[in-house]
């Protein structure tokens, strides 16, 4: 007999291993969840060193990498680093986190019992308006055969609203999956206005968060993140998790040498395909991808 396709009812049949039954149902009316104290300190102290070396790292680079996305105004004085690409290659416990750590269980709750690594980054929200992030959707940049994919936040600095939190519009993961391009079709990395003019902003929710909270996305829902308006940074680091039986179709925009890697549970033997029509983005192995600041920073010059 062929496998089941997984719809959100038969994953809340299985046995919540961390969050609890009404956090799960939660996150699949609404499309997003914020929790906390769910990642021993431990763990999180960790994450925060790491963080910290690596920007210290940074104080000796004066352009962008393969691991680290600069921002303009970075200097060896006051490190400006936007992001820490691909967080799994750069350094063995990052990885084991995504890996070991109930994060992947947490995954487990919401994608179902078989999980597959996606992807990984550290986004650093700086004091000012440098890392505004627009409405998007992250399935919009790495479509696959279906939408059981969760992307993973955990704050490592305390997180509330004037820190530039992530920030949600509930059940808009029910709804169309927007394009992300300009008139011209150029990638922007954003949901059009006119697109936007259909929600109410009073619905926004904020997911603010101490320090090792928890934000849980679907990977269609209408997200985004305003100036951080103190004067620290907000680092959060994302990880993003895939359903066993979700494959990518287009090439994706920062492949880790552990994409594809099965975290819980086994490998799934029958691909679920999900009709719900998504548009195609751009080819990331033939046009490169920088980061969603980049490309909303350029969208935003051209106009
Ligand atoms: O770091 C943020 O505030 C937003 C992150 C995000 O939505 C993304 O990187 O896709």
Redesign the pocket.
């Known amino acids: 007999m062929l496998p089941r396709i997984m719809t959100p009812e038969d994953i809340l049949s299985h046995s919540a291993r961390v969050l609890t039954q009404s956090q799960r149902e939660d996150y699949f009316r609404k499309g997003f969840l914020s929790a906390e104290g769910l990642i021993p300190r431990p763990w999180v102290n960790r994450l925060i060193d790491l963080s910290n070396e690596f920007l210290d790292t940074s104080r000796g680079l004066t352009e962008s990498n393969e691991g680290f996305d600069i921002g303009p105004k970075h200097t060896a004085q006051s490190p400006h680093v936007r992001r820490l690409r691909a967080l799994v290659d750069r350094h063995p416990d990052f990885w084991r986190f995504a890996a070991e750590s109930p994060l992947a269980d947490i995954a487990a709750d919401l994608v179902g019992p078989d999980v597959k690594f996606h992807s990984s980054?550290l986004?650093y929200?700086w004091p000012g308006a440098g890392e505004i992030?627009k409405w998007?959707q992250?399935t919009a940049a790495w479509p696959h055969t279906n939408y059981s994919l969760v992307t993973l936040g955990v704050y490592l600095d305390d997180t509330p609203a004037e820190r530039?939190p992530?920030s949600c519009l509930p059940r808009s993961h029910q709804g169309p999956i927007f394009v992300h391009r300009d008139d011209a079709g150029i990638w922007t990395g954003a949901v059009r206005d006119e697109d936007m003019a259909g929600f109410d902003i009073n619905d926004v929710e904020d997911l603010t968060g101490d320090t090792g909270a928890v934000v849980a996305l679907h990977c269609r829902v209408l997200?985004a993140?305003r100036a951080n308006l103190t004067e620290r940074v907000r680092p959060?680091a994302?990880f993003v998790y895939a359903a066993a039986d979700a494959f990518a179709w287009m090439p994706q925009p920062t492949p880790t040498s552990h994409t594809g890697e099965i975290v819980r549970g086994a490998p799934a033997k029958v691909a679920h395909l999900d009709p719900t029509p998504c548009p195609v983005p751009p080819n990331w192995a033939e046009q490169g991808y920088g980061s969603?600041f980049t490309a909303q920073k350029a969208a935003a010059e051209a106009m």
């Open positions: 980054k986004n929200k992030v998007h992250d530039g992530l997200h993140s959060c994302l969603i």
